[in-house]
């Protein structure tokens, strides 16, 4: 990597703190003008520290993830949406995994009203939102707390979730690329996630359309081993391609 002027480094933390930065933003904030701003994420997408979007920039997350309160913030509508379709497709009386994810807690939050469901998970802010729902029994894995976004992961996580068998899971990933394999950045984490799609009967894959741009090193698992793809726009061809070849059915979020 290039050493960096001040204002480059400037910039990509930005795009560290918000997950996206935005040519108009930044030529505001920089007091130039957004020619020179364009040039600037320009030269950090060359040397893959940002990804080009429209408008601006996201981070080029290929090791390390947005932080947590940037996350939740990011395409927040589009996660409510998507919360609220997945909790229409959850019928009462039966039982889920919930995982950890910003999109994940929408639907914990969507789920406000149903009844006698069992919701086993691995997500401390998932627990928080459904404690409040005395028609809701809340079933919480042990393991290792992640102060960065309180998940819990780890072996003892993966052998609780092993015990059981769901009728649903909710799942979220960091990224879904175009072969339609599934990404984390925690293989701890990752472990969870392929216990829990191995031990439901339906699975739900819950995730807005910026999961279709980016990167992540570990690998959860296939498109083709989810029932739904929920998401707020048509994904790219390819995916659209294996959707199609996988029988799994394609939710679009209005």
Same mark, same amino acid.
């Given at each position: 990597?290039?050493?960096?002027?001040?204002?480059?480094?400037?910039?990509?933390?930005?795009?560290?703190?918000?997950?996206?930065?935005?040519?108009?933003?930044?030529?505001?904030?920089?007091?130039?003008?957004?020619?020179?701003?364009?040039?600037?994420?320009?030269?950090?997408?060359?040397?893959?520290?940002?990804?080009?979007?429209?408008?601006?920039?996201?981070?080029?997350?290929?090791?390390?993830?947005?932080?947590?309160?940037?996350?939740?913030?990011?395409?927040?509508?589009?996660?409510?949406?998507?919360?609220?379709?997945?909790?229409?497709?959850?019928?009462?009386?039966?039982?889920?995994?919930?995982?950890?994810?910003?999109?994940?807690?929408?639907?914990?939050?969507?789920?406000?009203?149903?009844?006698?469901?069992?919701?086993?998970?691995?997500?401390?802010?998932?627990?928080?939102?459904?404690?409040?729902?005395?028609?809701?029994?809340?079933? $919480?894995?042990? *393991?290792? +707390?992640?102060?960065? %976004?309180?998940? /819990?992961?780890? &072996?003892?996580?993966?052998?609780?979730? !092993?015990?059981?068998?769901?009728?649903?899971?909710?799942?979220?990933?960091?990224?879904?690329?175009?072969?339609?394999?599934?990404?984390?950045?925690?293989?701890?984490?990752?472990?969870?996630?392929?216990?829990?799609?191995?031990?439901?009967?339906?699975?739900?894959?819950?995730?807005?359309?910026?999961?279709?741009?980016?990167?992540?090193? $570990?690998?959860? *698992?296939? +498109?083709?081993?989810? %029932?739904?793809? /929920?998401?707020? &726009?048509?994904?790219?061809?390819?995916? !659209?391609?294996?959707?199609?070849?996988?029988?799994?059915?394609?939710?679009?979020?209005?």
């Amino acid at each position: 990597m290039q050493d960096l002027s001040p204002r480059l480094e400037r910039i990509l933390e930005q795009a560290r703190e918000a997950g996206r930065v935005t040519v108009e933003e930044l030529a505001t904030h920089f007091r130039v003008t957004p020619q020179t701003i364009r040039r600037d994420l320009n030269e950090l997408c060359d040397q893959r520290l940002l990804k080009r979007v429209h408008g601006g920039a996201v981070l080029a997350t290929g090791i390390e993830n947005v932080k947590y309160e940037a996350r939740r913030l990011l395409a927040s509508e589009e996660k409510q949406r998507i919360g609220r379709r997945a909790a229409e497709l959850i019928p009462d009386n039966c039982s889920l995994f919930i995982n950890i994810g910003t999109t994940t807690e929408e639907v914990a939050r969507a789920l406000a009203g149903h009844r006698g469901l069992m919701a086993i998970t691995n997500n401390i802010n998932v627990i928080n939102i459904l404690h409040t729902q005395p028609e809701i029994e809340t079933i $919480v894995t042990g *393991g290792v +707390l992640r102060h960065s %976004d309180g998940g /819990i992961v780890g &072996e003892q996580a993966t052998d609780f979730i !092993r015990q059981f068998k769901v009728d649903y899971a909710v799942i979220g990933a960091s990224a879904i690329e175009e072969e339609g394999d599934l990404l984390d950045y925690d293989y701890r984490e990752v472990r969870v996630s392929q216990a829990i799609i191995e031990n439901a009967r339906t699975v739900f894959l819950v995730a807005d359309h910026m999961k279709f741009s980016r990167s992540a090193p $570990v690998r959860i *698992g296939h +498109l083709s081993q989810v %029932d739904r793809l /929920i998401t707020d &726009e048509m994904p790219p061809p390819s995916l !659209r391609r294996i959707c199609e070849e996988s029988g799994v059915r394609i939710e679009i979020a209005a």
